[in-house]
């Protein structure tokens, strides 16, 4: 079992993490000031806000994230040590391009993920590189409105130029981005969604049709010249795209329930679309000119489009969401959706469902026939330590039973899906929240919420687990 891949001889297991979650270091080894330096620490119940400029009294936890700058060498023995065959880590623009529009290239930055990337091939790890997973110098904002403009395309082009150059033969499996798709999300967390994509606030904009319509246009098309450009530098280069997606069920059998369960679902796909089919999806058109948007598309566009179709498409799983067509008097979920009766939720109100990740593998095989690499999935926990271990069984749990789901999915259902990275394998800063409280690793990090703590590193009950079973897979 799990020896499918069209376009890898092997399943790959490992983990997923990112630059601005993990790394801290802010100001170090050349970095400039980037969005998510910006964001301070926040809470289930409280958001995270945005800052303009730097405070002294207010906590940002990406300032040190857990301290991977420094200690990535330790980190990835670590995961060498649970056997793990592929990381995916992403490359913080603003450690290439402080200001994202400088000249040159910062050395020091790219010496970093050459240091980085060395050290996962010492242990024969596939390194998996996202090349935007929320990290965008403040500049490109502050100079030219993020991907509200044409001109941001060119210079995230120009980086990806420079990184996959710089990291040819070294790096095969390259991401153009993390989630772009949650640029129209719904739910409560829309608007800090926006920000951690783009560096914008949508209340900002007069016009909020027009405003998602320029940035999905153009982070679209950025990813597909980057695509091509991946193809250019070295033909052996697989380059896909990471969508979060979250299936959506019908509340009843009604039909406008399904219906409208089909809707909420497809939300996330046009870019997608856009990616796998060779064009900007004509029905997306036909949507933004309904709202008053009309989207030019040149002909260098469609060009574009045409030559940079993805390789593979990577998807980020946590939960499933209910759609009704009329409105419930319940709490919406995270997504927009409602939460489903069947289901248990984890501490953050997300649902649990590995058959949900079944489903999802199969409606993306069937719609898209690529390979499919499960860049993320896992479950936040507030882990306790206890005479110095952690008995972490609701992770191994949770886990096992998706990876279940993903092996019936295989061999039963015949999706092509290559591999299976589970998020946070080491503890790290939470995207949404801020917390480090909510803890998704095998390893876990003694950092508190607050920033202190000595950093140190300890192996969960759910390390060992996930070693024994990577060794069980060696065998088969
Ligand atoms: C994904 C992001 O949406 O969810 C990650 O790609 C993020 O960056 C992950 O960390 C889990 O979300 P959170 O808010 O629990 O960190």
């Given at each position: 079992m799990f020896n499918g891949g069209a376009i890898m001889k092997k399943f790959m297991w490992g983990g997923s993490i990112s630059a601005h979650q993990?790394?801290?270091?802010?100001?170090?080894?050349g970095k400039g000031p980037a969005i998510m330096d910006y964001v301070s620490f926040g809470s289930h119940q409280q958001m995270r806000q945005v800052y303009d400029e730097i405070k002294e009294?207010?906590?940002?936890?990406?300032?040190?994230?857990?301290?991977f700058y420094h200690r990535y060498k330790e980190d990835i023995a670590l995961f060498a040590e649970m056997g793990f065959q592929a990381l995916r880590i992403s490359i913080d623009w603003s450690r290439i391009y402080p200001q994202g529009d400088?000249?040159?290239?910062n050395q020091e930055g790219l010496d970093f993920y050459h240091c980085v990337i060395d050290e996962l091939l010492k242990y024969h790890i596939e390194p998996i590189v996202t090349l935007?997973?929320?990290?965008?110098?403040?500049n490109i904002v502050k100079k030219y409105q993020s991907w509200y403009n044409r001109k941001t395309v060119d210079l995230y082009v120009r980086f990806c130029q420079t990184v996959i150059t710089s990291l040819n033969n070294k790096v095969h499996y390259w991401i153009t981005?993390?989630?772009?798709?949650?640029?129209?999300?719904?739910?409560?967390?829309s608007n800090l969604f926006t920000y951690i994509l783009?560096?914008?606030?949508?209340?900002?904009?007069?016009n909020i049709h027009e405003f998602e319509a320029r940035l999905s246009y153009h982070m679209s098309l950025a990813s597909t010249k980057v695509v091509e450009l991946a193809h250019q530098i070295n033909p052996q280069n697989k380059v896909g795209c990471v969508f979060g997606i979250t299936p959506f069920y019908p509340k009843t059998c009604h039909p406008l329930d399904v219906m409208r369960a089909f809707q909420d679902m497809n939300q996330d796909l046009y870019q997608l679309d856009a990616m796998t089919m060779g064009y900007f999806p004509q029905y997306k058109l036909a949507e933004f000119q309904e709202k008053g948007v009309f989207i030019e598309i040149s002909s260098e566009d469609k060009l574009a489009f045409a030559k940079g179709k993805i390789d593979f498409i990577g998807i980020n799983y946590y939960c499933t969401e209910v759609s009704s067509h009329i409105e419930i008097d319940e709490e919406k979920a995270l997504f927009g959706g409602y939460s489903n009766p069947y289901l248990e939720k984890t501490a953050w109100d997300l649902t649990i469902d590995p058959v949900g990740l079944r489903y999802l593998l199969n409606y993306l095989d069937r719609k898209y026939h690529l390979p499919i690499l499960i860049t993320e999935n896992g479950i936040g926990l507030e882990d306790e330590i206890i005479d110095g271990k952690i008995h972490d069984q609701v992770r191994v749990d949770y886990l096992q039973k998706h990876i279940d789901q993903i092996q019936k999915a295989i061999?039963?259902?015949?999706?092509?899906c290559i591999g299976y990275l589970m998020w946070g394998p080491i503890d790290l800063v939470s995207a949404?929240?801020?917390?480090?409280?909510?803890r998704y690793g095998f390893i876990y990090v003694d950092?508190?919420?607050?920033?202190?703590?000595?950093?140190q590193r300890i192996k969960k009950d759910s390390f060992y687990w996930f070693k024994e079973f990577l060794k069980s897979k060696e065998y088969e």
């Open positions: 993990s790394e801290g270091g802010y100001q170090e080894g009294d207010v906590i940002y936890p990406n300032h040190t994230g857990i301290d400088d000249e040159y290239p935007y997973h929320f990290e965008m110098p403040l981005f993390n989630e772009t798709n949650h640029l129209d999300l719904k739910g409560k967390y783009t560096g914008l606030k949508p209340s900002e904009f007069d061999e039963k259902d015949y999706v092509d949404t929240s801020g917390e480090m409280k909510k950092k508190n919420d607050d920033g202190t703590g000595s950093y």
